[in-house]
């Protein structure tokens, strides 16, 4: 690997662990909290999750679930989990539901699943074009050296 990349990636990954509930490692990287479970099992298993720090991930599902007059209950029995403890988690920005699950919520609220998530996918997409930026004007400098060293 490239040492400028090796740095710059040692430099991004200011990693701090945390536990959560379940025990898994969660890892933490810049500005952006990508979530990295390494789930206890004979193959150890990595997810990794992009959205903002925050306490909590903003989104809309609740108010989505109040317009069209169902309890939390409800949902969870029409997208087949056990209990409505997962849809909880998800409204209180706790944890993200899996793709499906989203697809399901945007099915069942009548809405596109970016909907649910519109302002983390803002937040996400400003701290992207800032990243972006970053990396355009540092690519320029190196061409403006080179062609100086030419």
């Known amino acids: 690997m490239d040492p400028s990349i090796s740095d710059s990636i040692s430099n991004l990954l200011n990693v701090y662990h945390r536990s959560n509930s379940l025990g898994n490692k969660i890892a933490s990287f810049g500005n952006f909290l ?15 999750s992009f959205f903002m720090k925050e306490k909590n991930i903003p989104n809309s599902i609740k108010r989505y679930r109040k317009a069209r007059g169902l309890q939390q209950k409800d949902v969870a ?6 209990s409505a403890s997962m849809i ?3 409204e209180k920005g706790l944890c993200l539901p899996n793709t499906r699950n989203l697809f399901k919520l945007a099915i069942l ?11 983390l996918i803002k937040q996400m997409r400003n701290e992207i074009q800032k990243r972006e930026q970053r990396v355009l ?5 190196k061409k403006g050296r080179s ?4």
Request: a positive charge; charged letters at 30%.
């Open 34 to 48: 990508p979530l990295v479970w390494v789930i206890p099992s004979d193959t150890l298993r990595l997810k990794i």
């Open 137 to 141: 004007r540092k690519n320029e400098k």
């Open 109 to 119: 609220y009548r809405t596109m699943s970016d909907a649910l998530f519109i302002d």
């Open 147 to 150: 062609k100086q060293t030419n």
């Open 77 to 82: 029995k029409v997208l087949g989990l056990k």
């Open 88 to 90: 909880s988690r998800w």
